[in-house]
């Protein structure tokens, strides 16, 4: 960083405005995207590796359509659109394609997202038939006047805006229609309605632009077998998402129940810009502290307003990646 020799206050205040920002390194500004597949992921003995390669090439594909949108001096909101996408369009992924089945053996589908430049938000829940909910979730954002939309009506919406509803059955998938099998097999045994293990594989973005501004997302099928309109953590804003220019910008993964009483995503930015701890240690107190001691499961991906990314996750793994303009550059599970 430059340094200011002592100057009369005019001059100084010219020489403040040379000064880069924090996390931009000279003349180039820090670029930094971090995505995850989710925290629940197959244990690491029954993970094929024809699996794993699989995962991993769709977290690359995902990570580095975002990171092209940076490179080209895009947005951070475009960036973790077009990250959302890819994934949503996996049916690896307990989002879009691939969502799990509630208890009906319908897909419904939340996502949320944020602008940390501006503190605007959009989330829909529980929609059916929207084959990209990000994009619906971003068009919330920009062309309502509301924050979250829900069900039928945010479908009447998506078609105001001119996306193509499709089908049901575009979500389905062999793998996810047998885990709900189980999970109602293993309910027949159950005390009490069983919400099912499964939260698996829900997806999420968190990047920098070279303009300083954050950005999060995050899309999801919910838990297999859940009932009764149930919505998690991931549309939430505070909860499963969250952007502030501030402190950090947060996507979360896990047991939806304790991310939404932890507030997990607020709570990580919170503690950066109030505290001033450092994003990293935010997000490791709250997964490994905050979230855990009330018995909540999962992870969250943080990229801070210096373009410092980073990764934590109470459960066996989470699929995740990462890359920077400082050199970063990893796909990681476990
Ligand atoms: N957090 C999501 C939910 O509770 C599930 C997940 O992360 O996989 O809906």
Known sequence: MRTCPWLPALALLACLATIPAAGDDGDEPMIAIAIHGGAGVISRASMTPEAERAYRADLER????????????????????????????????????????????????????????????????????????????????????????????????????????????????????????????????????????GFFSTVGAVARDRDGNLAAATSTGGTTNKRWGRVGDSPIIGAGTYADNASCAVSATGSGEYFIRTVVAHEICARVRLAGVDAAKAAHDVVHGTLAKIGGDGGVIVVDRSGAISMEFNTEGMFRAARDSAGRKEVAIY
């Open 62 to 197: 995902a990570r580095d359509a975002g990171y092209a949108v940076l490179e080209k001096g895009g947005t951070s909101l475009d960036a973790v659109v077009a990250a959302v996408k890819i994934l949503e369009d996996s049916p690896l992924f307990n989002a879009g394609k691939g969502a799990v089945f509630n208890h009906e053996g319908v897909n419904e589908l939340d996502a949320s997202i944020m602008d940390g430049k501006t503190a605007m938000a959009g989330a829909v829940a529980g929609v059916r038939h929207v084959k990209n909910p990000i994009e619906l979730a971003r068009l919330v954002m920009e062309r309502s006047p509301h924050v979250m939309l829900a069900g039928e009506g945010a479908e009447e919406f998506a078609l105001d805006q001119g996306i193509e509803l499709v089908p049901g059955s575009y979500f389905y998938t062999e793998r996810r229609w047998q885990q709900l099998e189980e999970a109602r097999e293993a309910e027949k045994t159950a005390s009490v309605a069983k919400e099912d293990i």
